[in-house]
């Protein structure tokens, strides 16, 4: 019975999902009670196997002696998966209204239901083979909903995404074979599975092997110079923008990175050589990168995405520290960026939705007008920036700790990304910030106003809750940061 509960939160979803797509809704609120159904009790699932069942592992298929099907509840899966639950319900209700000026709903949100299997599948695998398998669905289960529109821009936005995402697939299964010749097994252990007799003198080809296999799982989290998928994605509907750049697929990325480094290859082997020091320095490249280009953005939804490739760096300079403090850090600042650029990405979708305004010059004025949407705005952005007390400041201020206390000197080049950003990051979301609540003296046609006004409550209740959490969380961080520090230590 506690395998099956195990289990039942990755395999619900994408049967609910895959039944849904021969399914035409005669009306809206009849789709919305079974969507909103399915993702409820799924969470109610997802939490239950994660904090009352402990199954230990898994095995699905065996396929021979190293390589089997296998899932896993540890500390890291945990972390994860409460994340994608707790926000995927907030997406759903947030989407029904969205959705509504997209069309084309019904299949809409049967794929949106299967993403949500397949992500927990991610997060819940107990082995390398397991968590790259759902890795590669996640990418093919996400397609349709970037190319949901079927225009140019989305059709040219799903090649990208899926040239990007099969490239990195290959790179990171070089890894995976090289692990499986190299271990003493494929299961995930924290400090890793390489046998130190079959690793010695092959230390350089093994390092070489990882940073393949770093790169190629780090085009879903958008390093450079792997991340142009992720700008164009915005194309797609805002509720699959907020979850394939705050939750899903670029935390994927992320969450595979830190099951490479720490349970496959192992720290211990990693630690100290040049193949951490280009991880360290690929990661402030991106950190310094994503904040100019998003600087110079003026599309509301594309700067956000650019926000998102720095961002994300952030998170992966943490864990390329290799030390319990940086694996911590980055670990709160992967929940804290999914809570604040979500909300950022459902402010811009209010915006885009009551006004059909995507560029900063377009929403002079829009603050007073739009009071919920950009107060949401105004302090998630604060966060971001990492403006005291907000979240932001505590997962910066951890990174930047840790990297003292690694003793890496290159780590410092890391310090000086994260100070330059915080710079940039204030530019990029305080100029919208100002232009929305203090317009320069211009005239606009007459109407141009009409209609700028915050949407109703299936988009503006989600705002307030995710802008308030995110207040709370950063106010009061303590708990939060000792259960990471349990998981990050491997205790949990």
């Not at 968590?131 to 040219?156: C, I």
């Not at 300079?317 to 980055?330: D, E, N």
């Amino acid at each position: 019975m506690s395998e099956f509960a195990t289990i039942l939160p990755v395999i619900f979803p994408i049967i609910a999902g895959v039944a849904l797509l021969p399914v035409k809704f005669s009306h809206r609120k009849q789709r919305e009670s079974w969507i909103l159904s399915i993702t409820i009790i799924n969470t109610i699932f997802a939490l239950y196997a994660m904090y009352f069942v402990d199954a230990g592992v898994i095995t699905l298929f065996q396929f021979s002696e190293k390589l089997s099907l296998t899932i896993h509840i540890d500390g890291m899966s945990r972390v994860f998966g409460t994340m994608v639950s707790l926000l995927w319900g907030i997406t759903t209700v947030y989407a029904f209204e969205y959705m509504t000026h997209e069309g084309r709903e019904d299949k809409f949100f049967a794929f949106f239901t299967m993403t949500y299997g397949v992500v927990l599948g991610v997060a819940f695998s107990g082995n390398f083979l397991t968590m790259y398998l759902f890795y590669e669905f996640l990418t093919l289960v996400t397609l349709p909903l970037v190319m949901h529109s079927m225009d140019n821009k989305a059709r040219h936005a799903g090649k990208t995404y899926i040239f990007y995402m099969m490239f990195g697939a290959a790179l990171a299964f070089i890894g995976f074979v090289f692990l499986y010749c190299y271990g003493d097994g494929m299961e995930f252990v924290y400090g890793g599975i390489l046998n130190a007799d079959l690793v010695k003198g092959n230390e350089l080809t093994l390092q070489i092997i990882f940073l393949t296999a770093f790169f190629g799982f780090g085009v879903k989290a958008a390093i450079f110079p792997f991340y142009r998928w992720l700008p164009k994605a915005s194309v797609a509907p805002t509720p699959v923008t907020a979850l394939l750049h705050a939750v899903a697929v670029v935390k994927s990325g992320v969450f595979a990175i830190i099951r490479l480094i720490y349970f496959s290859f192992g720290t211990e082997f990693l630690v100290g050589t040049w193949a951490q020091n280009v991880i360290l320095i690929a990661a402030a490249v991106t950190i310094v990168f994503g904040s100019t280009v998003a600087l110079r953005t003026p599309h509301i939804k594309r700067r956000f995405a650019y926000s998102t490739v720095s961002n994300l760096s952030y998170i992966v300079f943490g864990v390329a520290l290799m030390s319990p403090a940086g694996l911590t850090a980055g670990l709160l600042h992967m929940i804290y960026h999914a809570l604040i650029k979500i909300t950022l990405f459902f402010t811009a979708g209010a915006i885009l939705y009551k006004t059909h305004k995507e560029y900063l010059y377009e929403v002079e004025g829009f603050g007073k007008l739009m009071p919920i949407t950009f107060l949401s705005m105004a302090l998630t952005g604060a966060s971001l920036v990492g403006v005291p007390p907000f979240a932001g400041f505590h997962s910066k201020w951890a990174l930047a700790t840790a990297a003292v206390q690694s003793g890496n000197m290159t780590a410092y080049i890391g310090i000086i990304a994260l100070i330059i950003s915080a710079v940039l990051t204030a530019l990029y979301i305080f100029y919208i910030i100002i232009r929305a609540y203090f317009p320069r003296k211009k005239e606009y046609a007459v109407g141009y106003y009409d209609h700028v006004e915050d949407p109703n409550k299936y988009m503006t209740i989600p705002l307030i809750v995710l802008t308030v959490v995110t207040i709370i969380i950063g106010l009061f961080p303590s708990n939060l940061l000792r259960i990471l520090e349990l998981v990050a230590s491997g205790i949990i």
